[in-house]
T-cell receptor
Framework: GAVVSQHPSWVICKSGTSVKIECRSL??????MFWYRQFPKQSLMLMAT?????????EQGVEKDKFLINHASLTLSTLTVTSAHPEDSSFYIC???????????FGPGTRLTVT | AQKVTQAQTEISVVEKEDVTLDCVYE???????LFWYKQPPSGELVFLIR??????QNEISGRYSWNFQKSTSSFNFTITASQVVDSAVYFC????????????FGTGTRLQVTL
């Protein structure tokens, strides 16, 4: 089956620093990748949609200068949280769409804690 | 805009009981997809089912069954003879079709199955 990985699975960083999260489709080419954020005991909120080789489309209310998304290849998208603050602490989940079924497959998530 | 309502925040049942998780959705699209995902404590989303809006047939997969009623915009999920391993948060989602498809998630129902 289609597998999506995320790295790291968890990260702790200091306030003001930047952190990069990688999302990879391991056995298929992902034409589109999605980034979600999930606060504790809450739902998944779509942050942005990225297509390979083009700029990401951000959802309303998501700061594109703070959450930099790069989709440089058909198997890799990165989310960089710049100048992180404690309120950015959350569970970030990516998904990738592609493969023969064009389904959306989710990664295992990255737990970010900003101290 | 799409919206998914999962009115049940938390449900607690004793093992072997049947339990139904409710999902009501809103969409202006005539063609759409409906999904159920399971999120165990580990955080990784587990895909359970995708249903096309054209297909109103109910589906059964082992102990799981789904009741899709377009007339009431509902897509309910029933677990028969629940087990402790079913304990998780369950999300219902609606997705658009086409190359720009996005998922909108409900707020989730936390299911606790006890012995």
């Amino acid at each position: 089956g289609a597998v999506v990985s995320q790295h790291p699975s968890w990260v702790i960083c200091k306030s003001g620093t930047s952190v990069k999260i990688e999302c990879r489709s391991l056995d298929f080419q992902a034409t589109t990748m999605f980034w979600y954020r999930q606060f504790p005991k809450q739902s998944l909120m779509l942050m942005a949609t990225s297509n390979e080789g083009s700029k990401a489309t951000y959802e309303q209310g998501v700061e594109k200068d703070k959450f930099l998304i790069n989709h440089a290849s058909l198997t890799l998208s990165t989310l960089t949280v710049t100048s992180a603050h404690p309120e950015d602490s959350s569970f970030y989940i990516c998904s990738a769409r592609g493969g023969t079924s064009n389904e959306q497959y989710f990664g295992p998530g990255t737990r970010l804690t900003v101290t | 805009a799409q919206k998914v309502t999962q009115a049940q925040t938390e449900i607690s049942v004793v093992e072997k009981e049947d339990v139904t998780l409710d999902c009501v959705y809103e969409t202006r699209d005539t063609t759409y997809y409906l999904f159920w995902y399971k999120q165990p404590p580990s955080g990784e989303l587990v895909f359970l089912i995708r249903r096309n809006s054209f297909d109103e047939q109910n589906e059964i997969s082992g102990r799981y069954s789904w009741n899709f009623q377009k007339s009431t915009s509902s897509f309910n999920f029933t677990i028969t003879a629940s087990q402790v391993v079913d304990s998780a948060v369950y999300f219902c989602a609606v997705g658009t079709t086409g190359t720009a498809s996005k998922l909108t998630f409900g707020t989730g129902t936390r299911l606790q199955v006890t012995l």
